[in-house]
């Protein structure tokens, strides 16, 4: 376990056959990092302890077991919904390889190499997976088509489930050293190497991650073959001819970003988490290809979502009529989807992108959607989960598909999966390396080992995030070490409520950030967001600064139609809300004014210990009696956006009006 390379998402070379280029910088492997955090260790514990084995019930009581039982017998019916259903136990030993690497359990252990050859005996002969079509081949899924791969540019997901199972069985493989999965991972893919290629079958997939997965398998045998069939099916989009008069997102391609070729696209488009997983995959094929043009056309892509199709706490995917981007500033509040595996998508290709560029605002992106619209996905308890996440819920009203309260399971269940393989990596998205350059990207208390020009060293990271902006850093290395270490100051605390126009704080706050080395205030320099403190470390070198952790009142770009005359509250990384637990029952009733002073509080026995932030408001009330209409002066309590809904059905809002302007008389 000591050699053990799990480098997030993106896998690790370990072939001595393997590329030579990839991304210039490297994430620091999350098993390097130990966590002793009160903020994400209790959570990477839950998901441990209670979302892992309640994930595996409950692939095991819906059926996704037993199609796979059924397939390898060749005799049954398909007995849940989806025929991306597999994914679910795919995703789950995946999530479940993470915490074995860094919490041994032979019990897990031996209850996943049991999966394992379930799903073994579902493989067909010369390779082929994909239960919702072995278990009666003569009559598959609907969705499937009569023959393999003739739907996969539409809804068969075929390709979709060996980009899952890929990922997994080399997460499986680098946790445990285990060739059981991974086998049957690479039996799939030289399968889709001698079905899919330029003399071959075409096919753009129909729902995007098999190039990440194809990635994982290159990375650690060093095989051209995945990385070539990665960048092939990547190349395939935009070459169907799709009616480009028609405005309807699916006859179009947009909805599948298939409509133009990649390196042509310009904008964030069609069903959100296909376009994240695109996009990541286009990231990793030019870091390990050096394909500029693709690196071109996510910066742009990038630049549009962030500028114009972001919510204010990190989520994306405004329309629930398909999972989708909007239009430019199409940012509703009532109507907001933002769905969970969206923003897990966002994740990890902000990552990418930070690993080719070395730019701290993919990393302030990162955080804004990994502490709010992310991690508001799971409910503390660890196995009650959001789908869609709501910006605004109001009591009388009813959205569509809008969430108000959490489930234990969906229909569709890939959201709840995709967080027990996201929440155990979080300590590999802390520190990244390139040469003799140490990033510090996530503020989270641990002890990271770490090598410069062959020398081993630590870095102990010690703060209350992000409740305390106080940040300390002790470094210790074997022997006197020189190297650079930037430490992200994010744009929060530099006056930037996003890394574009499409936020802004009402106010700007002109406090500077001290950095002290060993106790003694140094000058130091900021590039591309990060602070660089350059000298030779010795053992026992400590780095002390303060970030502003004062409540920031944030106002929308005007294009945003719902958001005019509203302001939304931050206090550093954290986006709040009012809920109707802590005011009086409502929530959409209140009115913060300009003047509105805050105050902070820390109440360790609420929401598993949350900052609150309390003013003194306005409240517009009906009396029941008479009817009257008044504007009463309350308190209001506010709480981190992702706490809402673990205490039971009722109004929320992140939005607040400063002042009354009209009233408009809705009945319900």
């Given at each position: 376990m000591k050699n053990l390379c799990l480098l997030l998402a993106l896998g690790c070379t370990i072939s001595a056959t393997a590329q030579q280029k990839d991304y210039p910088i490297q994430p620091v492997a999350f098993t390097s990092v130990k966590l002793d955090d009160h903020f994400w260790s209790p959570k990477i514990e839950t998901n441990r302890a209670v979302t892992i084995p309640a994930s595996f019930a409950r692939c095991?009581?819906?059926?996704?077991?037993?199609?796979?039982?059924?397939?390898?017998?060749?005799?049954?019916?398909?007995?849940?919904?989806?025929?991306?259903?597999d994914t679910d136990i795919y995703k789950t030993i995946e999530g479940a390889s993470y915490s074995l690497a860094v919490y041994p359990d032979p019990k897990l252990s031996a209850y996943i190499d049991s999966l394992i050859t379930i799903v073994g005996k579902a493989q067909e002969p010369d390779g082929y997976l994909y239960t919702a079509r072995s278990i009666d081949p003569l009559h598959p899924h609907s969705w499937s088509g009569p023959e393999r791969w003739v739907n996969e540019q539409k809804s068969s997901h075929e390709l979709y489930n060996c980009g899952h199972l890929f990922e997994a069985a080399a997460a499986h493989y680098?946790?445990?050293?285990?060739?059981?999965?991974?086998?049957?991972?690479?039996?799939?893919?030289?399968?889709?190497?001698?079905?899919?290629?330029?003399?071959?079958?075409?096919?753009?997939?129909?729902?995007?991650?098999?190039?990440?997965?194809?990635?994982?398998?290159?990375?650690?045998?060093?095989?051209?073959?995945?990385?070539?069939?990665?960048?092939?099916?990547?190349?395939?989009?935009g070459i169907k001819a799709y009616n480009k008069k028609s405005d309807n997102v699916y006859e179009n391609g947009t909805y599948f970003q298939d409509d133009k070729p990649v390196i042509d696209q310009d904008e964030a488009e069609g069903h959100a988490v296909r376009a994240m997983y695109l996009y990541s995959g286009m990231a990793d094929v030019a870091a390990l290809t050096g394909d500029s043009a693709y690196i071109k056309a996510i910066d742009k892509i990038w630049e549009n979502m962030v500028g114009k199709k972001m919510y204010?706490?990190?989520?994306?995917?405004?329309?629930?009529?398909?999972?989708?981007?909007?239009?430019?500033?199409?940012?509703?509040?009532?109507?907001?989807?933002?769905?969970?595996?969206?923003?897990?998508?966002?994740?990890?290709?902000?990552?990418?992108?930070?690993?080719?560029?070395?730019?701290?605002?993919?990393?302030?992106?990162?955080?804004?959607?990994?502490?709010?619209?992310?991690?508001?996905?799971?409910?503390?308890?660890?196995?009650?989960?959001?789908?869609?996440?709501?910006?605004?819920?109001?009591?009388?009203?009813?959205?569509?598909?809008?969430?108000?309260?959490?489930?234990?399971?969906?229909?569709?269940?890939?959201?709840?999966?995709?967080?027990v393989r996201l929440l155990p990596s979080i300590p590999g998205y802390i520190y990244a390396q390139n040469g003799n350059n140490i990033y510090v990207n996530l503020f989270i208390s641990s002890v990271a080992n770490l090598k410069v020009n062959n020398k081993t060293?630590?870095?102990?990271?010690?703060?209350?995030?992000?409740?305390?902006?106080?940040?300390?850093?002790?470094?210790?290395?074997?022997?006197?070490?020189?190297?650079?270490?930037?430490i992200r100051i994010p744009g929060w605390a530099r006056n930037q409520a996003?890394?574009?126009?499409?936020?802004?704080?009402?106010?700007?706050?002109a406090q500077p950030i001290e950095i002290k080395v060993n106790g003694v205030a140094v000058n130091y320099q900021v590039e591309k967001g990060y602070v660089v403190i350059s000298k030779k470390w010795k053992k026992g070198d400590k780095v002390e600064l303060t970030l502003p952790m004062r409540v920031q009142r944030v106002i929308a770009n005007g294009h945003l139609a719902?958001?005019?005359?509203?302001?939304?509250?931050?206090?550093?990384?954290?986006?709040?809300?009012?809920?109707?637990?802590?005011?009086?029952?409502?929530?959409?009733?209140?009115?913060?004014?300009?003047?509105?002073?805050?105050?902070?509080?820390?109440?360790?026995?609420?929401?598993?210990?949350?900052?609150?932030?309390?003013?003194?408001?306005?409240?517009?009330?009906?009396?029941?009696?008479?009817?009257?209409?008044?504007?009463?002066?309350?308190t209001m309590t506010a709480i981190p956006y992702y706490a809402w809904a673990n205490r039971g059905d009722g109004e929320m809002t992140v939005w607040f009006p400063e002042q009354v302007k009209d009233i408009a008389l809705l009945t319900r």
């Open positions: 095991e009581s819906t059926g996704r077991i037993k199609n796979f039982v059924m397939a390898a017998e060749h005799q049954g019916k398909f007995c849940t919904v989806y025929p991306f259903d680098l946790a445990t050293g285990k060739r059981n999965f991974l086998d049957i991972a690479l039996k799939n893919a030289d399968l889709l190497v001698r079905t899919f290629g330029p003399d071959k079958k075409h096919v753009a997939p129909g729902h995007e991650i098999v190039e990440m997965g194809l990635v994982r398998l290159y990375r650690i045998t060093g095989k051209t073959d995945y990385l070539s069939l990665a960048k092939f099916f990547i190349d395939q989009r204010v706490q990190g989520s994306i995917g405004a329309v629930g009529d398909g999972e989708r981007f909007g239009d430019n500033y199409e940012l509703p509040n009532a109507t907001a989807y933002n769905e969970t595996c969206a923003a897990i998508g966002s994740v990890f290709w902000n990552e990418r992108m930070f690993l080719l560029h070395g730019d701290s605002k993919y990393i302030d992106v990162l955080e804004k959607t990994l502490y709010n619209g992310l991690i508001s996905g799971v409910g503390l308890d660890g196995k009650s989960f959001f789908y869609t996440n709501a910006m605004q819920v109001s009591n009388g009203f009813s959205f569509g598909d809008l969430e108000r309260t959490r489930s234990g399971w969906f229909t569709c269940s890939c959201c709840p999966t995709n967080l060293f630590t870095i102990t990271q010690q703060n209350n995030y992000p409740w305390d902006g106080g940040l300390a850093f002790t470094i210790d290395p074997a022997a006197a070490t020189q190297m650079n270490l930037l996003m890394p574009s126009d499409l936020y802004s704080y009402e106010t700007s706050s719902d958001d005019t005359n509203k302001v939304a509250l931050q206090r550093g990384p954290v986006m709040y809300c009012a809920e109707w637990k802590d005011n009086d029952g409502g929530a959409t009733n209140i009115i913060v004014p300009k003047n509105t002073k805050f105050e902070t509080a820390f109440e360790p026995a609420l929401l598993n210990g949350v900052v609150v932030i309390k003013a003194k408001v306005k409240s517009v009330n009906i009396d029941p009696a008479s009817q009257d209409i008044k504007t009463e002066t309350k």
